[in-house]
């Protein structure tokens, strides 16, 4: 498959799981990739090859992407390496659970610098380097923005920040030919889920209708979906790919 033939896309979150299966996508319809990770070099090396194997072309940068020096670092780097960026999918972020009671400035602030932080920073910088032609931004936000559990809210809240950010940059950028865009997953098989209790597990796959838990491929399919020309009339949205479990809560 070539619908993304010449195109460069950048994967922050890359070594693994929803940005690891992205990056595998992107690559597989054609599109040169940009790995981004923060600690992960031996995943992303791994992700990397198997890209490479499979004729693909990736590459792989380390970098904090809710700094500000080192997102500059980063996107010099890129631009220096291939000339230009046309999709962006900003996959990186961390989750944590704390109530109300036990939440704290820290807590807040690792929330939002790391997912929604890391979304505005990457975005701005990467812009200026799209063609004349626009592009394609995908971020990822999370379900839990419409159906926060108990423990969530701060991280809900830092993942509805970006959707809010999505809905602003798309307004932005249109007259740019740029296209702004989220997916909303639900619970999906990756290393940030492993330690869910199993019976929490067990209740999220009741409550889908399609009676499972996300891979992530699932999410990758949709977000390859929003990086390419067949999403060129859909912009400023949040889709939830969550099976149709918040319907079911």
């Known amino acids: 498959m070539t619908q993304l033939t010449h195109r460069v896309a950048v994967v922050t979150g890359g070594s693994r799981g929803i940005g690891a299966a992205v990056a595998r996508k992107l ?9 981004v990770y923060r600690s992960s070099e031996r995943e992303a ?8 194997d499979a004729g693909g072309t990736a590459v792989a940068f380390a970098a904090d992407v809710a700094d500000t020096q080192a997102v500059s670092a980063l996107i010099a780097t890129i631009v220096a390496r291939f000339g230009h960026i046309d ?30 932080g890391s979304v505005w920073q990457m975005t701005k910088a990467a ?23 108990p423990g969530t809210g701060m991280y809900a809240a830092s993942k ?14 249109g007259a740019r030919g740029i296209t702004v865009n989220a997916v909303a997953p639900s619970m999906t098989r ?13 209740a999220v796959m009741a409550a889908t209708p399609l009676g499972r838990i996300g891979e992530p491929s699932d999410i990758a399919d949709v977000i390859a979906f929003l990086a390419s020309d067949g999403s060129r009339w859909v912009t400023g949205r949040t889709l939830l790919t969550d099976g149709g479990l918040t319907d079911g809560l």
């Not at 690559?27 to 790995?35: F, P």
């Not at 962006?88 to 704290?104: C, H, K, S, T």
């Open 27 to 35: 690559a597989n319809l054609g599109a040169t990739v940009v790995i």
């Open 160 to 173: 509805a920040a970006i959707s809010v950010l999505t809905h602003a940059f798309a307004n932005e950028l």
């Open 190 to 202: 990756t290393d940030m889920t492993a330690e869910t209790p199993e019976a929490r597990r067990q």
């Open 87 to 116: 999709i962006l999918v900003n996959n990186a972020g961390i989750f944590e659970a704390r109530g109300l009671l036990d939440m704290d400035a820290d807590h807040v602030r690792r929330l939002f610098e790391s997912n929604m």
């Open 45 to 52: 090396m791994e992700v990397v090859q198997s890209i490479v």
């Open 127 to 149: 812009v200026p380097h799209f063609p004349p032609t626009g592009g394609r931004i995908v971020n990822v936000s999370s379900n839990l923005i419409y159906s926060p559990r």
